[in-house]
């Protein structure tokens, strides 16, 4: 099975102004002269990190890592009770691709993206297919209500009841019926004793249900205050809103990437985006190649997830 790339810095960093007073952390890694990617994390409002970059021959790729708006080392972080969300959309996230695609003088790029990721990623190549070489898209999500009422309303909880109580304890009884509206209302209550437990537990539940067995690692990571808050907010804002997508969007606009070389990569076992949506997008983009990995959940690092997405990278490093 492939494995991760060993560790590498990046050879440059900066912040971008994509304006709204709104800053982005970007970096490149890898050869400079390489074929450009750009990784899109998931969320919304989690992170990139180091072991992103590892996903990618760095003999061979151009590597592109951004924290997009509000979250990561991106700024003003959503932690911050006056943080201003409106102007973080999806179409925001979109247009600052292209603002940050400008700014390194890139062409064309291969697009790559999981979870959240792979909303931004189809998002963004529908709207700018000329601008998208390949794309490589993991634990497919686009917004829909099924998708969300799966996940946040109570249709994971046939398989994890014992962890969904954790979910609903911030909720009194009276507001469980509409869990992101419950939510929404706590989350952005500008007390810390209010939105701050509410985090927790709404990071707590996607931290513990997003891999096949539990990662201790990965529920300390997502509980961290300071990541939870920004995190929950920003997911529920996208939530609450439909990720400003009209309904089946992102689904029935799949003909647009006909001609853009794809691959689809999907856990058998994925909680938190089930496979039906990737079952939906693979009818709908037929070209694309689609792996149900049969031994993983959520997670781009469980092993068979993992050496699917460095297989594709390394296959289209060669074209």
């Known amino acids: 099975m ?13 912040m971008l102004d994509v304006g709204d007073g709104q800053s982005l952390y970007w970096e490149t890694s890898g050869n400079p002269d390489g074929k450009p990617v750009v990784f899109l994390h998931g969320g919304p409002g989690g992170a990139t990190s180091p072991v992103h970059r590892r996903l990618f021959d760095p003999k061979r790729y151009r590597i592109v890592l951004v924290d997009q708006r509000g ?8 932690s911050d009770p006056a943080a201003d969300l409106s102007t973080n959309t999806t179409w925001h996230l979109v247009a600052d691709l292209e603002v940050l695609r ?5 062409k064309r790029w291969m697009v790559f993206g999981g979870s959240w990721g792979s909303t931004l990623a189809l998002a963004y190549a529908q709207k700018h297919t000329k601008r998208v070489t390949e794309l490589v898209l993991r634990g497919i999500f686009t917004l829909r209500d ?17 962890l969904w109580e954790g979910y609903l304890e911030p909720i009194p009884v009276g507001e469980r019926r509409h869990l992101i509206e419950a939510y929404h209302r706590r989350l952005f209550d ?10 927790v537990a709404w990071s707590r539940w996607e931290s513990s249900t997003i891999t096949l067995l539990p990662q201790a690692e990965t529920v300390a990571r997502f509980t961290d205050p300071h990541f939870a808050v920004a995190f929950a907010r920003i997911e529920n804002h996208f939530f609450t809103n439909k990720g400003w997508f009209e309904p089946e969007q992102l689904i029935r606009d799949a003909g647009k990437l006909a001609g853009v070389p794809g691959v689809i990569v999907q856990g ?17 983009w037929p ?19 993992l050496s699917a ?9 060669k074209d």
Request: hydrophobic share 40%.
């Open 268 to 284: 058998r076992y994925d909680m938190c985006t089930p496979v039906f949506t990737a079952w939906d997008l693979h009818r709908a």
């Open 287 to 305: 070209e694309a190649d689609f792996t149900i990995v049969p031994d993983a959940g959520h997670a781009f690092d469980e092993p068979g997830i």
């Open 190 to 199: 500008e007390d810390p004793a209010v939105h701050g437990p509410a985090a």
């Open 102 to 106: 400008k700014a390194l003088k890139i």
């Open 146 to 162: 099924a998708e969300l009422d799966w996940f946040y309303e109570g249709g994971a909880s046939a398989v994890f009841p014992d």
């Open 71 to 78: 979250c990561g080392r991106s700024t003003p972080h959503a």
């Open 309 to 317: 997405l460095i297989d594709a990278t390394d296959r289209f490093a």
């Open 2 to 14: 492939a494995e991760l790339y060993p560790e590498i810095e990046p050879y440059e960093t900066g």
